[in-house]
Nanobody, 124 residues
Framework: VQLQASGGGLVQTGGSLRPSCAAS????????MGWFRQAPGKEREFVGA????????YYADSVKGRFTISRDNAKNTLYLQMNSLKPEDTAVYHC??????????????????WGQGTLVTVSS
């Protein structure tokens, strides 16, 4: 599967964005997905994950209560609703496909396909 993230941009503190990730290929609806982010000069960081059906989600503590992951399997699209954004949320956001049929994972090593990312910049 190929993944393409889009929908990032520049927003003020407290604002919202909704990046999406378009997937090609038939396997999108059968596997879990995740969002990761990487800020300049920092390590890649887990943001959240969602099961293949969308029925289960898991979030990093830093975004819990502010971000929501969802998916539309009919449209082969993954979403990340980002509310109450903070300057520390500034990063390139990547979507990724969970390898196999495993449980939700926060480890990047458990994902085998990555999108090129979309830049989110939160101004103070």
């Amino acid at each position: 599967v190929q993944l393409q993230a889009s929908g990032g941009g520049l927003v003020q503190t407290g604002g919202s964005l909704r990046p999406s990730c378009a997937a090609s290929g038939r396997s999108f609806g059968t596997q879990g997905m995740g969002w990761f982010r990487q800020a300049p000069g920092k390590e890649r960081e887990f943001v959240g994950a969602i099961s293949w059906s969308g029925g289960r989600t898991y979030y990093a503590d830093s975004v819990k209560g502010r971000f929501t992951i969802s998916r539309d399997n009919a449209k082969n699209t993954l979403y990340l609703q980002m509310n109450s954004l903070k300057p520390e949320d500034t990063a390139v956001y990547h979507c990724a496909r969970r390898r196999g049929d495993g449980s939700l994972s926060l480890s990047g090593g458990d994902y085998d396909s990555w999108g090129q990312g979309t830049l989110v910049t939160v101004s103070s």
